[in-house]
Structures are given as structure tokens and as C-alpha cells.
């Protein structure tokens, strides 16, 4: 028998038209197990619940959806994009429900599951092999990414690191979902940075109710992001090699650099603290969390933005050979 579909669901049903639908509304915690401080609470926002596994499929719902419905994403496009992975996944999920074809260029540093996950869904998938002369591989990236745009008809570059649709996803979403569910408003704001978008958008929505609102971006060890010089980094989706259009220091009041080791390290005292299964990312978030709490004034409502999981990183972060390795850089450093 064949089922007859029906009109499109709304806000409050309970069938989806596609996995698309369920981006976001992620659960808000309190991590005071972690963070017993009288005075202080802890809230974490967990986009490392998002069906595609990070906070990336709400970028990338919005850019393809309303990159279609304004023209700039012409129907049967191949889509371009650089990403080191979760953005990549995220980006394949929304094409292969839209009909579109994508490509995704990716580096050594790409998780190997993201990239199968990716191939999963029709998406194909390059290597760049060559670092770029701050270390990492986005110029790298990106110098295929123009090729490609020069040389293949019908393709759209997405451009994360400069599309305004990046940060305005996070600002009616993830923002305005923490806006909602807090009745006191929060006193800081903690998230990670590569395009900067998640943490911009979020901040400028919050700051709508809490007008003092301190950001704090959690940034990596080798990023350039924040003027700090290049050096090689093996978690990927946190940090950058170039300052992406997207950035905007003057809505940022503190930046927390932390290495590849204290990252997975902060993962792992996470699951044994709060039994969350995160990646780097959020490790990178918990320890910027770390160093605030030990200066702030009480009371403090700080939340932080967790996001990516964790099964993505089991050759990483959740591998102790890998640890080993990443703390006798951060010893030599």
C-alpha cells in the first residue's frame, strides 16, 4: 500500500517531512557536575544533537534552502564548498534532499568518517594533500575551489566563511532557542571560531536581552583567526589559516587558544563528568569554559555552545596513540 503524502508538517507535528526538519531545537543542560562553583551556572547548548552531528546542519539547511528559493542556487547546481568535515556532511545532507550535486574539498585532517558519511549521501569528495604557508590547508582548499568555479559549468560556491546566511542561521536559530529558554538572561557566551559564524550569530541575537553580554571565542593553538601566528593543527572545524570574511573582533570580548592534547583532554573529562560523547570542538569550548570560571564574579549564567559529537573523532580524540602524540607537541611547544 502506498501512503499518500500529505501537506507539508508544521511547527508542533509529529511527522517531519524530512531529517532537514529536524535541525535544531537541541536541548540546553546544566553541566554542574563539571561545574559545581556556587554562583556560577554552566549551560551547554547541544548542537552536537543536530541529525547530521553538529551545529553545521543549521548553516547549511538555511544557506541551500534560501540560496534556492532567492535564485542564487539555481535549480540541478553542483555546490563547491571547502570544509574539513562536519559543514561538508551537513552541506551533502541538505543537496541530496534538494536534488543538488556537491562536491566537497577536503584535507588529511578530515575525519574519516565524515568523509564516508559524505560519499554516503553522492557527494564527491577531493583531497588537497599541500599545507599553505600558515600551516593549514584552507588556502589550499580554496585554491581548488576557485579552479573548480573556473572550470565547471553550473557550479555554486556556498562560501561559509563569507556567507551572511552562516551567522543569520545561528541568530533565529540556535540564538533565539537560547533567548527563549532562559528566563534570566546569560551573562557570557562561550563558542568555538573557524568562520566565525555559529558564535557571531548567536551573540548578536543574545545581546538583544542582555545588552552586557561577554563573548568569549574558544580559537586553536596555529589559528590566525584572532592575529596569533600559523602552526599546524590536526583537530579539524576549529581555527583557521586566514581571517574569514565573517569575522567581527569588535563583538568579541575574549579569546581562549587551546591545543589539540588540552582539547581531547577536556572531551574526555567531559563524558566521565556529564556522560556527553563530544569532538575537539566542544573540548576546545570546555576548556575555554575552564578559564572563565576561575575569574568570573558570581553570579554568572554562562552558556556555552557544544558543537560536534564525538564518534567522528575516535581516531583523534577518543585515540590514546593520538593523545600521546598531541601532548608531547604541547610539551615541545
Not at 4 to 13: E, K, L, Y
Not at 73 to 80: E, Y
Request: with cysteine; glycine share 12%.
Amino acid at each position: 500500500m502506498t501512503l499518500a503524502r500529505g501537506p507539508r508538517p508544521t511547527v508542533g507535528d509529529p511527522v517531519l517531512d524530512s531529517v532537514l526538519d529536524a535541525v535544531g531545537a537541541t536541548p540546553l543542560v546544566e553541566l554542574g557536575r563539571m561545574f559545581p562553583q556556587p554562583g556560577i551556572r554552566v549551560l551547554a547548548k547541544l548542537e552536537l544533537m543536530n541529525p547530521g552531528g553538529s551545529m553545521k546542519d543549521r548553516s547549511a539547511r538555511y544557506i541551500v534552502g534560501h540560496g534556492l528559493a532567492d535564485g542564487s542556487i539555481p535549480p540541478g547546481s553542483r555546490l563547491v564548498e571547502s570544509s574539513s568535515g562536519n559543514f561538508g556532511v551537513a552541506v551533502a545532507m541538505a543537496a541530496r534532499l534538494h536534488g543538488l550535486a556537491f562536491t566537497c574539498v577536503v584535507d588529511p585532517h578530515a575525519s574519516p568518517a565524515n568523509v564516508a558519511i559524505m560519499r554516503g549521501l553522492g557527494a564527491d569528495v577531493e583531497t588537497v594533500d599541500e599545507p599553505d604557508a600558515a600551516g593549514g590547508y584552507l588556502h589550499t582548499r580554496l585554491a581548488r575551489v576557485h579552479e573548480m568555479l573556473a572550470t565547471t559549468a553550473g557550479t555554486v560556491w556556498i562560501n561559509q566563511y563569507a556567507n551572511d546566511g552562516n551567522w543569520r542561521a545561528h541568530y533565529h536559530g540556535t540564538g533565539a532557542e537560547i533567548a527563549d529558554a532562559m528566563d534570566v538572561p546569560p551573562t557570557h557566551l562561550v563558542g568555538a571560531v573557524s568562520t566565525c559564524g555559529s558564535l557571531l550569530g548567536c551573540a548578536r541575537r543574545l545581546r538583544e536581552v542582555a545588552g552586557d553580554l561577554q563573548v568569549v571565542a574558544a580559537d586553536a593553538v596555529g589559528s590566525v583567526i584572532f592575529g596569533g601566528p600559523g602552526g599546524p593543527r590536526e583537530l579539524p572545524g576549529l581555527g583557521a589559516s586566514r581571517v574569514p570574511e565573517l569575522h567581527s573582533p569588535a563583538e568579541i570580548d575574549r579569546v581562549v587558544a587551546v591545543d589539540d592534547a588540552t582539547a581531547a583532554e577536556a572531551c574526555r573529562d567531559l563524558l566521565a563528568t556529564e556522560a556527553i560523547f563530544a569532538g575537539g570542538s566542544t573540548g576546545a569550548v570546555v576548556t575555554a569554559v575552564r578559564r572563565l570560571v576561575e575569574d568570573v564574579t558570581p553570579p554568572a549564567r554562562i552558556v556555552a555552545i557544544l558543537p560536534d559529537r564525538g564518534d567522528r573523532y575516535l581516531d583523534r580524540v577518543w585515540d590514546d596513540a593520538w593523545l600521546d602524540r598531541a601532548r608531547a607537541r604541547r610539551g615541545s611547544s
